[in-house]
């Protein structure tokens, strides 16, 4: 039999200047810098804005950032309709990777509507699109997709809860966001670059890298540790 790797390990698949780990090095780099340090000392605003723009933002550049992201967190009417159909039954990743497809036929990629324009545009929707589904799935209730929070990660706790996040809930959820951005060529950002490598469009990439992210050895795995952390009434257990 002929030897083969496992995974991608000894295979050149592509290059990057995005994100890389670097095991020596520290583990895991967007664009250089350890994603410790980002993790301790950054938003996610600001750790999106360094992998879509290259570049860490200076105050007024993230105050900039973050207004077009609030602006891209309208729902267009039809697709709300269509989150309103999705069963509560249905898994979030699922609702992710629908609302994404299905925003890709009614916003299609094209014109001025390219690369980071788009990729800001679902930074921007992809929480209103789950919080939308969720509120109505469980409530029957048709939210408004506009909230006082400033950064993404406090927007989408304020839709969940209706109010302004707590600072110790809105702290882990900016380090859930930022430890989840980028992950060199593992599975998900791979399969992104596969669909890419046809030409195909920007929603497609993504929808597929949601699909592929969704699976218990991927990024459903922090659900399967939270069921045994649940097992614990107390740290000491």
């Not at 967190?73 to 697709?79: E, G, I, Q």
């Not at 593992?186 to 920007?202: P, V």
């Amino acid at each position: 039999m002929s030897d083969f790797a496992k995974g991608l390990e000894g295979v050149v698949a592509g290059q990057t200047a995005v994100a890389i780990i670097d095991e020596a090095g520290g583990g895991l780099q967007y664009r250089g810098y350890p994603l410790n340090q980002l993790s301790e000392r950054s938003t996610f605003d600001e750790v999106a804005h360094l992998l879509l723009h290259g570049r860490l933002p200076k105050v007024r550049e993230l105050r900039a950032f973050r207004r077009g992201l609030k602006r891209h967190r309208a729902l267009p009417t039809a697709l709300k309709k269509i989150l309103e159909k999705l069963p509560a039954s249905a898994h979030p990743m699922d609702v992710l990777r629908t609302g994404c497809s299905a925003l890709g036929c009614l916003e299609p990629e094209g014109g001025e509507r390219v690369g980071v324009a788009v990729a800001e545009r679902l930074v921007g929707v992809l929480p209103s699109i789950l919080m939308y589904w969720h509120a109505f799935a469980n409530r029957g209730e048709r939210i408004k997709t506009k909230a006082e929070s400033e950064s993404v990660a406090g927007y989408f706790l304020e839709l969940l809860h209706g109010k302004p996040p707590d600072p110790l809930h809105l702290q882990a959820m900016e380090a859930s966001l930022i430890l989840y951005a980028e992950h060199e060529f593992n599975a998900s950002t791979f399969t992104a670059r596969t669909i890419t490598s046809t030409l195909s469009d920007f929603y497609s990439a993504v929808t597929g890298a949601i699909g592929a992210l969704r699976g218990p050895l991927h990024g459903g795995a922090n659900e399967m540790a939270m069921e045994l952390i649940q097992r614990y009434q107390t740290p000491e257990e």
